[in-house]
């Protein structure tokens, strides 16, 4: 196997004592050896540092940072994409874990076809239940499944676009993913699937805190991301995903977190998602991607949830809906 080129594979850690070293003993397992791993401690109150510390002594090619202050799982990737020195960039949650021949499946189809992107599919890890994730080879793909734990990255493509994460906290893939394709960037998708994604009840992604200042958090990113989409050109490919893909995001986040935030929110959340979508998307109702049979890469539960949302809304019963749903 030629193994000519460097990949830099990037773990933050936060909390994750119980994972970490099956994360470690799966990337250490690969078939494929010219690795560097990057384990970036987000200030991780548990025994995380210990553990890697120990795998830092036993493997040269093993590297632990950490920082003065929390910064959340952007910054922490971001930190990560500062100290890679790999041809290629590959991102592993910390309590997750791949298959032997993950990398070497990816970098062969990275550098057969001088690839910037390649994405392939993954495994849900349910308590070691395992469900085959299957995506599909189509245009729309790349877009619609943002997760950046499914995809390899040249690393030139990153650095030559200032592409990095922004240091947002949560939702961080789908507005790094958007700002990566908007590049145009050359984008493999393989018949492969090797990563295996934990469903950890205490990830960052599954605490509720204040859902009304993580909305808000959403939304200001959607309209600093709107910076770079305004120069699309009105109705083009790009320009219709991107509508609906903000559409989406910004339904189905204020729906989600307006069941835990309560009756007394709901024009806070009705508010914020108008003045985003009138501002930067006023013709949004119609975008073509909306209807529950026109984007068949998407999960049929997103597409129904918008489609019955956007009927609401033309209706003018969608505060209602919401009320409903903050019951």
Known sequence: MDESNLVTIIVP???VEKYIGRCLDSILLQDYTNIEILCIDDCSPDSSASIIHDYEKKYENVYYYTYEKNGGL???RDYG????????????????????????TYIKAATADDIDIVMGSYNRDRDGKITPIRISDSKNTPWIYPS????????????????????????????????C???NPKVKIINYTGYNYVLNPNSITKKSGNTLKKYEGYVKNYFDLWEEVKNIP?????????????????????????????????????????????????????????????????MVKNRFV???????????????????IAL
Request: hydrophobic content about 40%; charged content about 25%.
């Open 13 to 15: 850690v936060y909390n």
């Open 74 to 76: 952007g910054y922490a």
């Open 81 to 104: 994409i500062s100290k890679a020195k790999g041809e290629y960039i590959l991102f592993i949650d910390s309590d997750d874990y791949i298959n032997t021949d993950y990398v070497s």
């Open 148 to 179: 950046a734990c499914i995809r390899m990255y040249r690393r030139s493509l990153l650095a030559d676009n200032n592409l990095d994460f922004h240091g947002i906290r949560t939702y961080e893939d789908g507005f790094f993913n958007e700002r």
């Open 181 to 183: 394709m908007m590049k």
């Open 234 to 298: 009105y109705k083009s490919d790009v320009y219709n995903i991107i509508e609906y893909l903000y559409v989406q995001g910004i339904t189905i986040n204020m729906l989600y977190n307006l069941r835990h935030a309560g009756m007394s929110n709901i024009n806070k959340f009705y508010s914020l998602r108008k003045s985003i979508l009138t501002a930067c998307f006023p013709h949004y109702k119609k975008n073509k991607w909306i209807g529950l049979n026109r984007l068949s890469e998407e």
């Open 306 to 324: 918008l489609w019955i949302y956007i009927i609401s809304e033309k209706l003018h019963f969608d505060k209602v809906l919401l009320f409903l």
